[in-house]
């Protein structure tokens, strides 16, 4: 049970302003927000936190989690315990993780996930799958907002695995029918018949190298101009996840300018890393898909990025062990998916610093505020306000470490961005009034984190 707690001193640091000052907390929610709150006036028993020197932030939402995924004949690395503890290290205090559709139902699929979730110590929201159309969608999809849910999930490709919703006219259904009941519509822009192509053109060793030939960009590209046409001819905004390359981004910049309302999430991965990754003998730790591009695609997103072309930044994170990614060096085989939540907000802090263009405020819009406002749990979540549930980060932005698999918590064992020096630590963590993460000592409960319905 939470009790209250007084921050004081600190450097608040919201979308919309950043100013010194006191918040008070009492029981679950931000009771009040001020220059100066005096010790003795609040509640008996008040704990009281200096964060003289540091930042507090709105508590971060990774916008994209594959926890305790069951793909591919085995389960990914962190349950969803241990992502409620990695998360807490990095200053997240809401993830969005996914149904994926049982193809027979989506309340079914909905409430076997929500089962799933419920040891999570940090809260959670979902987003729905569709993999196939049924002829009672619309109903179906009906039932899964009343659930709680304001977003689902589209592949336009892994025809493979049965995510592809191949018939045009059906496709165009669920998009309409999701527009007509105000869910936004996320997608996974990668076209098959292009991925398929330039399989078949494909004459060299599929070494993890070749995964950003056999899945090149004009796919993404191709996808999101696909999908963009629907969502212009029922004018409907429309999500695209992880974007990966500059042809991608060129993409929505057409959808744009056509007035086409695109809201970009991009990952760390893309935006720091390169495919020169994939050489090497662990070449198979950077295996995701999309797939790692070239410098120039990272530079494009860091530059859209810095532009404010870009209104989220989530981690996919969909971890494997180091042992499971190293078991086959053939990118066909390869489990695909990378760590990265607790990686996310020190990396980006150390991007700001380094290039300049990007605030801090700025950065609490794309981990934050801009995921809260795309799938409704805004203000609820992800903004410093009175009312708001006391979800709040205290960021040291001096302390300079380096990433390594000593320093962050995944049970991959491994994190992609070993020996990287950032600038930037989480000291404490809040959730709803309590402290989860303080001191580098975890103190999340099993089953504190509530499922967030969003309001969209
Ligand atoms: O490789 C990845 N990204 N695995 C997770 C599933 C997805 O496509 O987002
Ligand atoms: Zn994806
Ligand atoms: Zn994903």
């Given at each position: ?52 020197g540091k930042c ?30 990695l998360?807490s290290y990095g200053g ?176 760390p991965?893309?935006?720091f ?66 760590p990265g939540t607790e990686e996310m907000l020190p990396l980006l802090h150390t991007f700001a610093l380094s ?38 980060v205290i960021f040291d932005p001096d302390e300079s470490w380096t990433l390594s698999s000593e320093t962050v918590h995944s049970?991959?064992?491994y994190t992609p961005y070993e020996g990287f020096n950032v600038t930037g630590k989480v000291q404490m963590t ?7 993460m303080g001191d580098d000592i ?15």
């Amino acid at each position: 049970m939470a009790g209250s707690i007084l921050i004081k001193d600190g450097l608040l640091v919201d979308t919309e302003w950043v100013r010194h000052e006191d918040i008070l907390i009492e029981g679950e929610k931000i009771k009040r927000i001020a220059p100066s709150i005096d010790e003795n006036d609040v509640p008996e028993g008040t704990s009281i936190i200096s964060a003289d020197g540091k930042c507090v932030l709105p508590g971060l939402i990774d916008a994209h989690t594959h926890y305790h995924l069951v793909s591919r004949g085995t389960v990914t690395a962190d349950s969803f315990l241990e992502g409620s503890k990695l998360a807490s290290y990095g200053g997240v205090t809401t993830v969005i993780d996914f149904a994926d559709d049982d193809k027979k139902s989506l309340s079914s699929s909905l409430s076997k996930r929500l089962d799933e979730m419920k040891d999570m110590a940090i809260d959670y929201a979902l987003h729905q799958g569709v993999y196939k159309w049924r002829p009672d969608i619309l109903s179906e999809l009906e039932e899964v907002k009343k659930m709680g849910v304001g977003t689902i999930k589209i592949f336009t490709t892994y025809k493979d695995v049965g995510y592809l919703i191949e018939d045009k006219s059906q496709l165009e259904e669920v998009f309409k029918d999701s527009s007509d009941l105000n869910l936004m519509v996320s997608v996974h822009a990668e076209d098959d018949d292009v991925i398929r192509r330039a399989g078949e053109e494909y004459s060299g060793n599929y070494g993890p190298e070749s995964h950003p030939v056999l899945r090149p960009s004009e796919a993404e590209a191709v996808a999101i101009r696909k999908v963009g046409d629907i969502a212009k001819k029922y004018s409907m905004p429309l999500y695209i996840v992880h974007l990966s390359s500059r042809k991608g981004l060129m993409e929505v910049r057409k959808l744009r300018s056509e007035g086409v309302r695109v809201i970009v999430e991009t990952t760390p991965h893309y935006l720091f890393l390169d495919k020169s990754y994939l050489s090497g003998e662990n070449g198979p730790l950077y295996v995701m898909t999309p797939p790692l591009r070239s410098k120039d695609d990272s530079e494009a997103l860091r530059e859209a990025l810095s532009n404010g072309e870009i209104q989220v930044v989530a981690t996919d994170h969909c971890a494997f062990t180091r042992a499971q990614k190293l078991e086959s060096n053939d990118v066909r085989k390869i489990y695909p998916g990378i760590p990265g939540t607790e990686e996310m907000l020190p990396l980006l802090h150390t991007f700001a610093l380094s290039n300049g263009h990007l605030s801090l405020s700025q950065i609490v819009n794309l981990l934050s505020t801009g995921p809260a406002k795309a799938f409704g749990l805004y203000p609820r979540k992800g903004v410093l306000r009175e009312g708001s549930d006391a979800d709040v980060v205290i960021f040291d932005p001096d302390e300079s470490w380096t990433l390594s698999s000593e320093t962050v918590h995944s049970a991959s064992g491994y994190t992609p961005y070993e020996g990287f020096n950032v600038t930037g630590k989480v000291q404490m963590t809040i959730l709803r009034g309590r402290i989860v993460m303080g001191d580098d000592i975890y103190l999340g409960i099993k089953g504190d984190g509530k499922f967030i319905e969003a309001t969209r």
